[in-house]
């Protein structure tokens, strides 16, 4: 469950990056009161903190099921 909830913190995240790097428009920044309020960065720490654990990913092994031998 930890691992799906920081995908999409790390997508969201992306997103916003894209806004940026597109439009100029930080959406946490617009919807939290600005890049500089508190709530802002604790949106920001929180995304980048589920970016590195999805860093995790990469290097675990797959799960799978020894009857049927699908991946989970």
Do not use: K
């Not at 946490?28 to 999805?54: E, H, K, M, N, P």
């Amino acid at each position: 469950m930890l691992d799906r909830i920081a995908l999409i913190l790390a997508i969201v995240g992306g997103l916003n990056w894209g806004s940026i790097g597109l439009f100029q428009f930080d959406i946490v920044a617009w919807l939290f009161g600005g890049q500089d309020a508190l709530l802002s960065r604790i949106i920001y720490t929180v995304i980048a903190l589920a970016a590195v654990w999805c860093v995790s990913l990469l290097f675990r092994e797959r799960d799978t099921d020894e009857i049927t031998g699908e991946v989970r």
